[in-house]
């Protein structure tokens, strides 16, 4: 069974440009979460997808945004990029919300801001 | 809200010493999941385990042994015997509904 994979592996962007990760879960998954781990800022929560609706957001301004495609994809977008946005971007798949706590991640997605 | 703390930023071992990582949390919720995952440095976090609220067994599996005590708000992760494989940062976690809450991770060194 495939885990879930993320793309791409890196991304360099400077200020002010936008970004865009992209994100697929393991087959049957239908929850999708996105989380963000920075230097000296450890894991957080940034979004939660499933069925194609936004369940809830973490503690990110609205530049960070989303959406979760038909096929449970999903693509986190972050606008007016700031060199604070420079991190690792896990992407996690669930079964869904009867099942939301098992959650299997990604590789990641380095963004760095230049 | 939910904090999961892990004081041990680093540990370093030699290889075959027993490596205890230790885990606390405070949550206000009843029911809650607590997890364990291993972070390598290719940077993918790997699901190690998960442990209900209301199942305070402890654990082995392999190498790995998990103790959970809710009456100290504890659950840690004692790796047995290690090996070089096992070096990474691990992260404890805490989740009472859909959302992880992660400690800030105890990075293990383990040197042949």
């Known amino acids: 069974e495939a885990g879930v994979t993320q793309s791409p592996t890196h991304l360099i962007k400077t200020r002010g440009q936008q970004a865009t990760l992209r994100c697929s879960p393991i087959s049957g998954h239908t929850s999708v979460y996105w989380y963000q781990q920075a230097l000296g800022l450890g894991l957080q929560f940034l979004l939660w997808?499933?069925?194609?609706?936004?369940?809830n957001r973490g503690n990110f301004p609205p530049r960070f945004s989303g959406r979760q495609f038909p096929n449970y994809s999903s693509e986190l977008n972050v606008n007016a990029l700031e060199l604070e946005d420079s991190a690792l971007y896990l992407c996690?798949?669930?079964?869904?919300?009867?099942?939301?706590?098992?959650?299997?991640f990604g590789p990641g997605t380095r963004l760095t801001v230049l | 809200a939910q904090k999961v703390t892990q004081a041990q930023t680093e540990i370093s071992v030699v290889e075959k010493e027993d490596v205890t990582l230790d885990c606390v949390y405070e949550t206000r919720d009843t029911t809650y999941y607590l997890f364990w995952y291993k972070q390598p440095p290719s940077g993918e976090l790997v699901f190690l385990i998960r442990?209900?609220?209301?199942?305070?067994q402890n654990e082995i599996s392999g190498r790995y042994s998990w103790n959970f005590q809710k009456s100290t708000s504890s659950f840690n992760f004692t790796i047995t015997a290690s090996q070089v494989v096992d070096s990474a940062v691990y992260f404890c976690?805490?989740?009472?509904?859909?959302?992880?809450?992660f400690g800030a991770g105890t990075t293990v060194t383990v040197r042949a």
């Open positions: 442990r209900n609220s209301f199942d305070e």
């Open positions: 996690a798949s669930s079964r869904g919300i009867e099942d939301a706590d098992t959650q299997y």
């Open positions: 997808y499933d069925e194609g609706e936004e369940r």
């Open positions: 976690a805490l989740s009472p509904d859909y959302k992880l809450s």
